[in-house]
């Protein structure tokens, strides 16, 4: 009796163990841990959009594929297309900062290109990539460039914030889709961040 308690103690502390590891390899603290190749307020945007990069993706990761095609009513987009209108915004507005959507993507039909989870969610993956990229590209002198935006001006600094705003919004929607399938986001799970 006592080796087995000894060994359903030790599958125990084995379980534990390894959930914390995959718990905490997944957290993103880029304000922490800094955000490489950018300083300044460029730095403060690629921290907001790699914890959205890590967010959307540890969702689209819970969510079962059996889901994707999921829409709270007609009007409106799918679990899938969600993921794909953010990923397609992510090559899609960078091109205003100098950035242009990598060849072979097209930002107008990706929203219903797939409802495959793998493939929405290695399309997200690449289109973060792409983010961060554009990100690390912009030169800092850019930022105060101005350019024409909806019938006025806006500068390059501003595209940015666009940019992680919208970003924001999609989440938001997503974190409410998944809680209507029955899928609690992720990171609600994680241990509290130390500071």
């Known amino acids: ?21 995959v718990r905490v ?5 880029p304000y922490r841990d800094g955000t490489p190749g950018v300083t300044g307020y460029r730095a403060e ?24 095609t999921w829409r709270p009513s007609p009007d409106v987009r799918t679990i899938a297309e969600v993921f794909l209108h953010a990923s397609a915004a992510n090559y899609n ?4 900062v100098g950035t242009p959507t ?3 993507v097209d930002t107008k039909t990706l929203e219903q290109s797939t409802t495959d989870k ?23 002198a850019d930022l105060e460039k101005t350019l024409d935006w909806n019938g006025g001006k806006i500068t390059e600094r501003g595209v940015l914030l666009y940019i992680v705003q919208h970003i ?4 938001g929607q997503q974190i409410a889709y998944a809680r209507s399938v029955g899928v609690v986001p992720p990171w609600t799970l994680d241990p509290p961040r130390k500071n």
């Open 1 to 21: 009796m006592e080796a087995f308690m000894l060994r359903i103690l030790c599958a125990v502390c084995l379980i534990v163990t390894t959930t914390s590891a």
């Open 118 to 140: 793998a493939k929405v969610l290695a399309t997200l993956k690449a289109s973060y990539t792409h983010a961060k990229t554009a990100i690390r590209s912009m030169p800092d």
């Open 45 to 68: 945007v690629m921290a907001e959009v790699m914890i959205q990069e890590s967010e959307f993706v540890r969702l689209a990761e819970a969510i079962p594929a059996d889901k994707y």
């Open 168 to 171: 924001a919004q999609h989440l």
């Open 25 to 29: 390899v997944a957290q993103v603290y």
């Open 93 to 96: 507005l960078y091109k205003l």
């Open 102 to 104: 990598p060849a072979g």
